[in-house]
Structures are given as structure tokens and as C-alpha cells.
């Protein structure tokens, strides 16, 4: 019997990932795999994947000052459809792995931040999983409305685990919601699992619920904080925001005024949320906020109620339907607070900094997107 070194492994499974995506076009698959195969050549380094990774206890009580910095990357909103129906966005989140990987030093996790798939239907969440197996850094996962209403989340757990969780890494508890929970709309009306689905994925159409934490898991949250000392960090992931944005579009969690009194007596809180795809910085109380960005489409920013530390991303160009898309990482500092890199495709990569929330905006003002607004 032959034995495979890891990195002969490691190959192979890519090798298989690009040949059950070959309805894209070749140069791409060239660029992404000739990307994988020198970062394991020139630094020797073989990378098995898990989407569960063995994570670093960090001492439960040990408060701000424990934090060894580290980084994490992140990735959000892919919004994949089948690959027959489009595969441009399957090329955005492949362009999204290449950056990630390319990361020096690498991230401690990528952090997927929801809607992986469009329509929540099983060969897009199988296409997904399969192209985030290219990363070279664990993977965290977090559900977004479109990965849940078409079979409420039975498909995504069998790939990824649960969708509510907590860690330890480094000094941080990181803690990860589901706030995309609804009432029940579609029994009443005899739905069928796809017209479900296909009603919470149009964000405006007003026939739906709001998202919502719910009782329940404010609950569990309260019991999972329960041990912590007040100085501890926390770092949250929501797939909605975490406050009260624009309802008419869904950019808005009801029940999220709760659920931030469970947080307000930690004196470190940053709240990271997918789903509003833009540049988006709020701070209610001590708790830091930062949206991500979507590597499938930019929105538009709400009509009102634009938090005042939000530094505009510029209207994307309409002719590259890249811009205003993108990834990035989060720099985690000793005081357990965050800088948040923006790297906008097209564009300068943005960074907010952590000095520009605690001074309410008075210090270190992020640069602006170098691109035009159209
Ligand atoms: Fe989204
Ligand atoms: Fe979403």
C-alpha cells in the first residue's frame, strides 16, 4: 500500500475541487490552483481542512489584559447558486480564497459570515463547502437567511455543525448567533418549502417576519456569558445586524435592544454581522459594530438612519460587477479591541480602527474608498 504525504493529499483534494467545477472558465481555475500549489511549494506547508477546528482554550474570567493579538479573516455573502445558473459568484468567492490564502502571516480562522448559498438548496451549499475546503486556515461557519428557509437549516448543520456556538481563542470568547430565527409565516398560508424560501430572500417584499435572536437563545446566550468576568473580550457574530437599521429591508434584528443589554456590561464588545454587503461602522454604548462585505454584490446603504460613524464605500461602478464586493480580516489587539480591514475589490482596502470607535469618530478617521462614486 502506497502512503500519501499530506501534501500529496492535500493536492489531490484540490485537483478534485477544480475538476467538479469545470463549467468556469479555465483561466480562473488556473489562477486559483496555481495559487494553492506555490503557497504549498514555497513554504513547504500542507493544510488538512476542517470546517471544526481543534480551537486554543483561552482562560474563561482572564479578562482584558490576556489577549495575545492575533488575526482572523473573513468571508461573507456569496450567495451561490447552482453552477449551472451562475457561476460568476462562484468565481467571487473563488477570487475571495485566492486573497485569504495569499494572507502573511496567516489568519488563526477564516470566518464564514452567512448566506453561502442563494436558495438555500443543497448543490449550492455542497458548492460552497466544497470551494471553502480550498482555504488554508480553519473555517468558522455562521447561517444567513438564505441558507436556512428552504429545509430550516437541515443541509447547512450536516455540512458546518451547529449554528449557535461559543469558543475560546487567545484571551477572546468569541460567540456566533443564528439572528435570522422568524415567526412562522408560512404555515398559515400553506407554503410550500421553495415559496418559503423564496419569501424571506426577497428582503423587501414585506410578507415575512422580522429576524429575531428569540427568547430561547437569549437564554442559552445569558447562560454561555455567565462565567465571564465583565473585562473579559467578547467578539459576536450575527448575520444580521445586531441593532435596529432600516426595517423595510430586513437590516434590522427586533429583538437586538435585548439582546445588547445582555452584552452592555462587558467592557470589551465588538459585534461582527454579515448581510448588509457594504462598509458599515455603528457604536451603541461600548459595543463596536462592523458589517462585511459580500463577495456577490454590493447593496446600496439605507435611505435613513446611516449610523455617523459609517464611512461611505462610494457608490460601486455598475460596468465591474466586482466593485463594492470584497473580503478582509480583523486585527484582535492585546485590550481585546479590533481593527477591521475592509479589502474592497477595485479599490484601497479600508481600515477602521479601533482608536476611531472608542474616540467616537474624533480619531483615526479611515480612508476613504479611492474610487469614483457612480
Ligand atoms: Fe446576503
Ligand atoms: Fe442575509
Given at each position: 500500500m502506497t502512503i500519501k504525504s499530506v501534501e500529496t493529499k492535500y493536492m489531490q483534494g484540490r485537483e478534485g475541487l477544480m475538476r467538479s467545477l469545470m463549467n468556469l472558465d479555465r483561466r480562473s481555475f488556473i489562477k486559483v490552483s496555481g495559487a494553492a500549489a506555490a503557497a504549498v511549494m514555497t513554504k513547504g506547508l500542507a493544510y488538512p481542512h476542517s470546517f471544526q477546528p481543534v480551537t486554543v482554550a483561552g482562560g474563561a474570567a482572564?479578562?482584558?489584559?490576556?489577549v495575545e493579538p492575533f488575526r482572523f479573516a473573513y468571508i461573507s455573502d456569496s450567495h451561490l447558486y447552482e453552477k449551472q445558473l451562475n457561476d460568476r459568484f462562484v468565481r467571487s468567492l473563488l477570487r475571495a480564497v485566492d486573497d485569504v490564502n495569499a494572507l502573511d502571516p496567516q489568519p488563526d480562522f477564516v470566518f464564514y459570515g452567512g448566506d453561502l448559498a442563494q436558495l438555500g438548496q443543497p448543490a449550492e451549499l455542497e458548492l460552497g463547502a466544497q470551494v471553502l475546503k480550498a482555504l488554508k486556515a480553519p473555517v468558522r461557519m455562521m447561517v444567513g437567511e438564505h441558507d436556512w428557509y428552504l429545509d430550516m437549516g437541515a443541509k447547512w448543520r450536516e455540512l458546518f455543525g451547529q449554528d449557535i456556538y461559543s469558543w475560546d481563542h487567545k484571551g477572546v470568547h468569541f460567540v456566533v448567533l443564528n439572528s435570522v430565527v422568524e415567526e412562522d409565516f408560512w404555515t398559515a398560508r400553506g407554503l410550500t418549502p421553495m415559496e418559503r424560501m423564496r419569501t424571506v430572500a426577497?428582503?423587501?417584499?414585506?410578507?415575512q417576519s422580522n429576524f429575531q435572536v428569540g427568547e430561547e437563545q437569549r437564554a442559552w446566550l445569558r447562560n454561555d456569558l455567565a462565567s465571564y468576568a465583565d473585562d473579559t473580550p467578547l467578539i459576536v457574530f450575527s448575520h444580521s445586524p445586531l441593532y435596529h437599521l432600516y426595517q423595510a429591508w430586513n437590516f434590522w434584528t427586533i429583538d437586538a435592544p435585548e439582546v445588547q443589554r445582555i452584552l452592555s456590561r462587558f467592557s470589551h464588545v465588538t459585534v461582527v454581522h454579515g448581510h448588509t454587503h457594504q462598509l458599515l461602522t455603528n457604536r451603541i454604548g461600548n459595543i463596536h459594530f462592523h458589517g462585511l462585505l459580500s463577495t456577490a454584490w454590493p447593496w446600496p446603504y439605507a435611505?435613513?438612519?446611516?449610523?455617523?460613524?459609517t464611512i461611505q464605500m462610494n457608490r460601486?461602478?455598475?460596468?465591474?460587477?466586482?466593485?463594492?464586493c470584497g473580503n478582509g480580516h480583523v486585527e484582535v489587539h492585546a485590550d481585546g479591541l479590533v481593527d477591521k480591514v475592509y479589502n474592497l475589490w477595485n479599490r484601497n482596502p479600508i481600515t477602521v480602527e479601533r482608536a476611531y470607535l472608542v474616540s467616537n469618530g474624533l480619531q483615526s478617521r479611515p480612508a476613504a474608498s479611492n474610487a469614483a462614486s457612480y
Open positions: 482572564s479578562g482584558g489584559r490576556a426577497g428582503l423587501d417584499n414585506r410578507s435611505p435613513e438612519g446611516l449610523p455617523e460613524l460601486p461602478n455598475p460596468f465591474n460587477p466586482q466593485d463594492g
